[in-house]
């Protein structure tokens, strides 16, 4: 690649973090460290019942064993340090009482937030639709009211709220898609998650607006460890949003997010998430550790999940939304566009568990990465014994920015039924130099031709995204591509 | 418009001199033909010209109008109104030629100090240049270049070309490959778009081409140079006697 190129390239992959400012907001927090008191501490504040905090000592008691027995996962292709458990704040909740009538009773510092991060809440309020629900550090903030929502008797909360008031959808679903003994990271999180989002859907209804989660971490010294649960009944449909940042901070936060979803009888659902944690800087110091586990059980005979993501922040990402495809004719789909630059590195994929009948599922995943970044898809699909006629495509294909970064697919297949039929293409590409040189004797810019190669490598993927989101992810993408070139 | 003066290119990666001094003028409005046999060079004055990375230019000058272009990014000289067809155009999956002639054409307005065009100007104007070599306008939709047929490539460059309104443009080979159809498609377009205050200079293999796009004048390429230079009739001379004969004169100059 030429210098002028290549300067331009390690630019783009050293472009600032713009979301990286601290809202001074007063907060609560827990006491440094993990214990069972501090499972019980969490669960009181909660005001939780007793079944509740069980299953929390439970967890923390399956994660004490794992942790002795030195089981934090070592698989992927990542470089993860040390991690001191003991030295993070496991709860921390904005002082005021966050419940709102209407947003002129939230706490100016959060709107101007919310300002900051682009989320036009007061935009979204009037025109859109979408119905948002904030979880600032450990708790969840602010659920912008829709009567549409009860109207249809949809249930959206906060997670808190919704043990509160539906424990009974609750305590029935809790821990079935990723069960506490799942993994590490999600035991961690059942011990000591503090909120969330919750989501139901009865019978028959299709959710007439996309129901929106903005994550944010804001404290120092936090970890953040939420909780989605969505229950799609039969027949029913929900387009479900989760966005997330968190500010510029020398220390790494680990942020250990559990997401299940249920899909009955020829339910849908669509679960789109822009990830934009801290990456760290250019030198690597900072950023988010994002260890998520993000599952969803096709329950019902021809029903859909399916994933979209954009990952484009953290300093390590190890996530891998999958989909059980357990009833007939079900079907699970992950589209991804993983961006990795700086010292960032990035380990995702999917696994597709075909169990019943005729399911089928897509893959399709873009891994670009820039600078000194590692850029990983691992992904499993499995077709068990009685997945008859189970089909899967998958596609991986991988560009790189500059020739000091790594893009690699780790692509493992499991087939027990002779009459699967299983898919596989992956390419990796650099952006060429000629691709370039052609945009640029049309006049455009060198910047915008990398931005213009990179938007056409993702188009799929951000086709899948709903309209709005898929605005916010190309500007993203843009502004992650912005070197500071004169 | 342009002037080249003992231009001395080299490829950078090996230091292999492929262009020894090269002189070349061409006034506003002109069309001038470049004709030489494979591997003399042609590509790579074109490259030089447009800026494309990887030559280096250890001697000579070139002024464009009235600037040394050498100075210029391969972007600016394209604002500046330079313009290179491909001799083999690049696909850019994903990217839908709406898009990027857009992003293309809003530029250069931008720096000739145009006002931007409304999206509906824009359109129009596709349609309008696209008619122009036959191109169909459901192009715009598909990826640059991508499933393109070679003919739709080469007709693709032409279509840019027209919205791009440079006042100089290169066409590097355009007729290869081209049925006489598609040629006589292609030598529309280009002769609609002669203008006083457009100049071309024409690089080709074949003097067929120049049946159609009628030069002003035509010069040989070879061995980095410009060894012959005349009027149209000289093409029909290559044609007929191959470039063997030119060798023996300049030889015998030397
Ligand atoms: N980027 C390059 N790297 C190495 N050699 C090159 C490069 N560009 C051109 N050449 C060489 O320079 C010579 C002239 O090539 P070119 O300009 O393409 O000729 P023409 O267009 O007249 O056929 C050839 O020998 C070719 O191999
Ligand atoms: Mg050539």
Redesign the pocket.
């Known amino acids: 690649m030429s210098d002028t190129s290549t300067d331009l390239l390690h630019q783009v992959a050293s472009s600032e973090y713009k979301y990286g400012f601290v809202t001074n907001i007063e907060s609560e927090k827990a006491q440094v460290g993990l214990s069972e008191d501090t499972v019980r501490f969490i669960s009181a504040k909660k005001n939780e019942p007793e079944w509740l905090l069980e299953w929390r000592l439970k967890a923390y008691r399956h994660f004490i064993t794992l942790m002795e027995s030195d089981a934090m996962p070592d698989w992927a292709h990542l470089n993860i340090p040390e991690i001191d458990l003991q030295a993070i704040s496991y709860y921390s909740a904005p002082k005021k009482k966050p419940e709102y009538e209407s947003l002129n009773e939230v706490d100016p510092e959060l709107i101007s937030t919310f300002k900051r991060l682009g989320i036009p809440v007061q935009e979204q309020e009037r025109l859109v639709g979408i119905v948002v629900d904030v979880v600032m550090d450990s708790v969840s903030v602010t659920t912008t009211f829709n009567a549409e929502l009860d109207k249809n008797g949809i249930i959206f909360c906060s997670f808190g709220e919704a043990v509160q008031k539906h424990p009974e959808l609750v305590k029935k679903y809790l821990g079935r898609v990723v069960p506490y003994t799942d993994n590490y990271y999600a035991a961690l999180n059942s011990a000591v998650f503090s909120d969330g989002s919750f989501c139901y859907i009865p019978k028959g209804v299709r959710c007439p607006v996309e129901l929106s989660t903005y994550f944010r971490i804001n404290e120092s010294g936090t970890g953040q460890f939420e909780r989605t649960l969505i229950v799609v009944d039969e027949g029913s449909y929900v387009s479900y949003l989760e966005g997330c940042t968190a500010p510029q901070r020398d220390e790494n936060q680990l942020h250990a997010a559990v997401v299940e979803i249920i899909a009955m009888d020829d339910a849908e659902v669509k679960y789109s998430t822009i990830q934009n944690w801290y990456p760290g800087n250019a030198q690597g110091v900072g950023g988010i550790f994002n260890f998520v586990t993000k599952r969803g059980i096709c329950e019902g005979d021809r029903s859909k999940i399916s994933w979209t993501q954009l990952e484009t922040g953290s300093s390590i990402t190890w996530k891998y939304p999958s989909c059980i495809l357990k009833g007939d004719d079900s079907v699970g789909e992950f589209y991804s566009v993983a961006f990795t630059k700086g010292k960032q590195q990035a380990d995702t994929g999917t696994k597709m568990i075909h169990i019943g009948k005729n399911t089928s599922s897509t893959i399709i995943s873009k891994g670009i990465s820039a600078g000194n970044s590692q850029n990983a898809y691992r992904g499993l699909v499995k077709m068990t014994p009685g997945a008859e006629n189970g089909r899967n495509f998958s596609q991986c294909d991988s560009m790189l920015l500059g020739d000091r970064c790594g893009a690699h697919t780790y692509p493992y297949l499991e087939i027990m039924n002779p009459s699967a039929q299983v898919e596989h293409e992956a390419t990796t590409s650099k952006v060429g130099e000629d691709q370039i040189f052609y945009c640029k004797q049309r006049g455009i810019s060198e910047i915008d031709a990398i931005k213009l190669i990179v938007n056409g490598f993702c188009k799929e993927i951000l086709a899948q995204l709903p309209m709005e989101f898929a605005v916010e992810a190309r500007n993203l993408l843009a502004i992650e591509l912005e070197g500071s070139v004169g | 418009m342009l002037e080249i003066k003992n231009l001395h290119v080299s ?1 950078e ?1 090996d230091g ?1 001199e ?1 262009l020894k001094g090269l002189n070349l003028k061409v006034g506003s409005g002109e069309v001038h033909a470049i004709m ?1 046999p ?7 004055l074109a490259s030089v010209l447009a800026g494309k990375d ?1 030559y280096e230019v250890t001697n000579g000058t070139v002024a464009f109008c009235g600037d040394d272009l050498l100075e210029l990014a391969a972007d600016e000289r394209a604002r500046e109104g330079l313009f290179l067809a491909f001799q083999y155009p690049i696909e850019l999956p994903g990217v839908s030629m709406s898009n990027f002639l857009k992003q293309a054409v809003q530029s250069v307005r931008e720096h000739q100090g145009k006002e931007a065009l409304t999206s509906g100007a824009l359109l129009q104007m596709m349609k309008e240049k696209a008619a122009l070599v036959h191109l169909d306008p459901a192009l715009k939709s598909r990826s640059v270049n991508e499933g393109f047929s070679g003919g739709e490539k080469k007709r693709n460059e032409i279509f840019q070309l027209a919205m791009l309104e440079p006042k100089f443009a290169i066409l590097d080979e355009t007729d290869s490959g081209l049925d006489i159809d598609a040629l006589r498609i292609v030598a529309d377009g280009v002769n609609h778009l002669r203008s006083p205050e457009r100049s071309f200079l024409l690089i080709t293999h074949y003097q067929r081409l120049l049946d159609y796009i009628v030069p002003d004048f035509v010069h040989v390429l070879m061995n980095g140079r410009i060894v012959m230079t005349g009027g149209k009739e000289l093409a029909l001379e290559l044609e007929e006697k191959g470039y063997d004969w030119i060798k023996d004169e300049t030889t015998q100059l030397a």
């Not at chain 2, 494979?38 to 790579?44: A, E, H, I, P, Q």
């Open positions: 490829i990666e292999t492929i030489g494979n591997g003399s060079g042609k590509s790579t990887g």
